[in-house]
């Protein structure tokens, strides 16, 4: 009940389009939901979280939609660069293990002129 | 402020050795987290320590293995290697008030000749 399903595993998108990334879950005990970026040579960075009590949070580009009954959450990029070209990551973890992040598979997000 | 460090960068080993890999957090930051990332697996939970204690711990073998110093640096060790070991090792820290932001090193690569 630890996994955490993320599609697709590659997207190409054109500069300025929209880029959506869909993630999810099974463990109910969830209740916190990251999005990482990370670069080659690169750790992963913290992009953007929801916690299960909303069911959206935008950060400039970047916005989550969160399905708590159908138990999925997605990352929207709105009008993607080609610097956004990167792997995506979805993690989820719950309170008390917070730093105990368990990941999905990943999205290479390749943004085209 | 510095990010979190990690060494070395890059690492080769034969089969049978054992190998040491390093984390200095972020000043402040007393939780660091082990993270083993490969193509098959994804990004996988090893160990999370606070306060030079084990707080939280993946389903790996117990050829992995890890401590946490008075200074908050931690040390990950791996023994016995194996092919499969082969990986991005990633450390990440946090501070205690905002458990859940993880900031992640550039990681260790090693490989298991």
């Known amino acids: 009940q630890q996994q955490v399903k993320q599609s697709p595993q590659s997207l190409i998108v054109q500069k300025g389009g929209i880029s959506i990334i869909n993630c999810a879950y099974e463990?109910?005990?969830?209740?916190?939901f990251p999005w990482y970026q990370q670069f080659p040579g690169k750790g992963p960075a913290l992009l953007i979280a929801i916690r299960p009590d909303v069911s959206e949070k935008k950060e400039g580009r970047f916005t989550i939609s969160f399905n708590k009954s159908a138990k999925q959450f997605s990352l929207h990029i709105m009008d993607s660069q080609p610097g956004d070209s990167a792997t995506y990551f979805c993690?989820?973890?719950?309170?008390?293990?917070?730093?105990?992040?368990?990941f999905g598979t990943g999205t290479r997000l390749q943004v085209t002129l | 402020k510095a990010g979190v460090t990690q060494t070395p960068r890059y690492l080769i080993k034969t089969r049978g050795q054992q190998v040491t890999l390093s984390c200095s957090p972020i000043?402040?930051?007393?939780?660091v987290s082990w993270y083993q990332q490969t193509p098959g697996q994804g990004l996988q939970f090893l160990f999370e320590?606070?306060?030079?204690?084990?707080?939280n711990k993946g389903n790996f073998p117990g050829r992995f293995s890890g401590r946490q110093f008075s200074n908050s640096r931690s040390e990950m060790n791996v023994s016995t290697l194996e092919l499969g070991d082969s990986a991005l090792y990633l450390c990440?820290?946090?501070?205690?008030?905002?458990?859940?932001?993880?900031?992640f090193g550039p990681g260790t690569r090693l490989t298991v000749l």
């Open positions: 990440a820290s946090t501070l205690p008030s905002q458990e859940s932001r993880q900031y």
């Open positions: 463990n109910t005990a969830f209740d916190y």
């Open positions: 000043s402040g930051h007393r939780s």
């Open positions: 320590y606070f306060s030079e204690t084990q707080r």
């Open positions: 993690a989820a973890s719950t309170t008390g293990t917070a730093s105990k992040l368990t």
